[in-house]
């Protein structure tokens, strides 16, 4: 079935560096979407990417949705301690067909941030 | 905004119970979803309703059951609480929308983090 792959499985950095993180499938994805979960939330949308080779900012966040429609990367600039979490990709399942809705998520990126 | 709330961020319950689970959506939204996360096993569906009464299973459905008879409101029923459920249930909702951009976009409430003793 579609799987995704998302990498780093956790990161450790400083307050003030750059973070990327991404995500990669065997299938091809219409949609890449991006969530964050703070601790004990649910996840909140951050970014959704419908085109290839599309570039989305919000503030410090900005992901990109693979020509291949493969992948998706997201990356946070100058880091602040707020944004420690759990980042999801995610994707609808059965690309093209009816699916309710339903997506595949990636295993998440734990990030920690150290002041 | 959408918002999707459910009636306890923790619970405390004891085997054997039935726990209910409710969440409710002010958005309209056709598709409702239950999940549970759990440390290292990320986001796993254990139920989906896409219209009022219907319900279909996702990948780990056993032991839990599903209610809805509103189109705002998905309850997740434990019929026989074990400790192997503790965990935290994540309820969330979307437009249908066959595939359109951001019609897929699943909209998470706060999570009920449920601990069987």
């Known amino acids: 079935g579609q799987q995704l792959n998302q990498s780093p499985q956790s990161m450790f950095i400083q307050e003030g560096e750059d973070v990327s993180m991404n995500c990669t499938s065997s299938s091809i994805f219409n949609t890449w979407l991006w969530y964050k979960q703070d601790p004990g939330e649910g996840p909140v949308l951050l970014i959704a990417?419908?085109?290839?080779?599309e570039l989305t900012s919000n503030g410090r966040l900005t992901a990109q949705f693979g020509i291949t429609r493969k992948d998706s990367f997201l990356n946070i600039s100058a880091s602040i301690p707020s944004d420690v979490g759990i980042y999801f990709c995610?994707?609808?399942?059965?690309?093209?067909?009816?699916?309710?809705?339903?997506?595949?998520f990636g295993q998440g990126t734990i990030l920690t941030v150290h002041p | 905004d959408v918002k999707v709330t459910q009636s306890s961020r923790y619970l405390v319950k004891r085997t054997g119970e039935k726990v209910f689970l409710e969440c409710v959506q002010d958005?309209?939204?056709?598709?409702m979803f239950w999940y549970r996360q759990d440390p290292g096993l990320g986001l796993r569906l254990i139920y989906f309703s896409y219209d009022v009464k219907m319900k279909e299973k996702g990948d780990i459905p056993e032991g839990y059951s599903v209610s809805r008879e509103k189109k705002e409101r998905f309850s997740l029923i434990l019929e026989s609480a074990s400790t192997n459920q503790t965990s935290m249930y994540l309820c969330?909702?979307?437009?249908?929308?066959?595939?359109?951009?951001?019609?897929?976009?699943?909209?998470f409430g706060p999570g009920t983090r449920l601990t069987v003793l």
């Open positions: 969330a909702s979307s437009l249908i929308g066959f595939g359109l951009a951001g019609t897929d976009t699943q909209y």
């Open positions: 990417l419908y085109k290839a080779g």
């Open positions: 995610a994707g609808p399942l059965n690309a093209g067909g009816t699916s309710y809705g339903k997506l595949t």
């Open positions: 958005m309209d939204h056709e598709n």
